[in-house]
């Protein structure tokens, strides 16, 4: 993907954690929350879901059986027509106990 113009913008280590500090149960619904958590960091940055360029999923105890279920989430933020880059990365442990998921990224805002 060539991008010109705009500012980078990182978003690194979002995770599933709520408003109320709680973390769902499950990948699919950690999954939906951490990309809920990223849309809101990408609203208050002027920007959405359309100016990621590099997406990278982070999964606890990672299975191929749950490709489908990720891409399934995923898939309901970003666009289809032109995706960002993406990584899937199968890792043994994250930074909390009941953390499945986490998510960084790479975007470009235009103003």
């Known amino acids: ?51 990621v360029a590099r997406l990278t999923i982070y999964v606890r105890d990672y299975a191929p059986a749950q490709l489908a279920e990720i891409r399934r989430v995923r898939d309901r933020w970003v666009s289809a027509e032109r995706p960002p880059a993406s990584a899937l990365i199968g890792v043994a442990s994250l930074f909390h106990p009941d953390v499945l998921v986490e998510v960084d990224a790479l975007a470009i805002v235009t103003r």
């Open 1 to 51: 993907m060539l991008i010109e113009g705009g500012q980078l913008l990182v978003l690194s280590g979002h995770v599933p954690f709520d408003a109320q500090g709680r973390v769902p149960e499950g990948l699919p619904a950690q999954l939906e929350q951490v990309l809920r958590n990223l849309d809101a960091t990408l609203r208050a940055a002027g920007s959405d879901f359309h100016s």
